[in-house]
């Protein structure tokens, strides 16, 4: 079956800090890969999504590549600020498939 | 803001007790899937329904069940509660519920309480 595999953290930072959450996956077809956030007491939002091999994924500063040689799927950001604080979820959506299959997700925590 | 509602926001109930979770899926979207977040295990599938149907199961428990009405909307109903039901309970809605590079949306939750 389909898992991701996501550094639990938490990870702590300082502002203008260079952040990376490391996510791997398994999946037995050809899947999308997602980034969603979920900041204190909200929902989950989508971050950045990639669908095939070597897509980069960005958004508001993040980025992720798609890499199938690796089963990778890095988030990066290079210089985190504290309303980036959230809880980070690896995700992935199989076409064979139709749920979500969601990492463990890595709590960030940026101080000033 | 993803157009995606739920209610209500939070719910505190007692262990034995019935509640009824509502989702309003974004407009023009077909599929709603229903999630569950707990400390222990994390965010996991429970079910989808597409256009009324139910499309996949995913680790629901018999003591709860969904329905899709015919706007769209979705209840998830969950009985019998235990302590161990406490969670916060995502909707999510998509497009037309096809795996893979659709994307899914997400409601801002409602957090359950069992006492």
């Known amino acids: 079956g389909n898992s991701v595999t996501q550094m639990e953290g938490p990870v702590t930072l300082s502002e203008e800090a260079f952040l990376t959450i490391n996510c791997t996956y398994t999946?037995?077809?050809?899947?999308?890969l997602f980034w969603y956030v979920q900041y204190p007491g909200e929902g989950l939002q989508l971050l950045l999504k990639a669908t095939k091999a070597d897509d980069k994924g960005s958004n508001k500063g993040f980025e992720a590549t798609y890499r199938k040689e690796t089963t990778s799927f890095h988030l990066e950001k290079g210089s985190v600020q504290v309303s980036d604080s959230a809880v980070y979820f690896c995700?992935?959506?199989?076409?064979?498939?139709?749920?979500?299959?969601f990492g463990a997700g890595t709590t960030v925590t940026v101080r000033a | 803001d993803s157009g995606v509602t739920q209610t209500p926001k939070h719910l505190i109930t007692a262990t034995g007790q019935r509640v009824t979770l509502r989702c309003s899926p974004r407009s023009g979207d077909l599929s709603v899937y229903w999630y569950q977040q707990s400390l222990d295990q994390g965010l996991q599938f429970l079910i989808q329904y597409y256009n009324g149907e139910e499309r996949a199961k995913g680790n629901i428990l018999e003591r709860f069940s969904a329905q899709q009405f015919p706007d769209l909307h979705s209840e998830l109903n969950l009985s019998s509660l235990e302590l161990g039901d406490s969670a916060l309970y995502f909707c999510a809605s998509s497009v037309a519920g096809q795996g893979g590079v659709e994307t899914q949306y997400f409601g801002p939750g409602t957090r359950l309480l069992v006492l």
């Open positions: 995700a992935l959506s199989d076409r064979s498939d139709y749920k979500l299959s």
């Open positions: 999946a037995t077809g050809y899947p999308s």
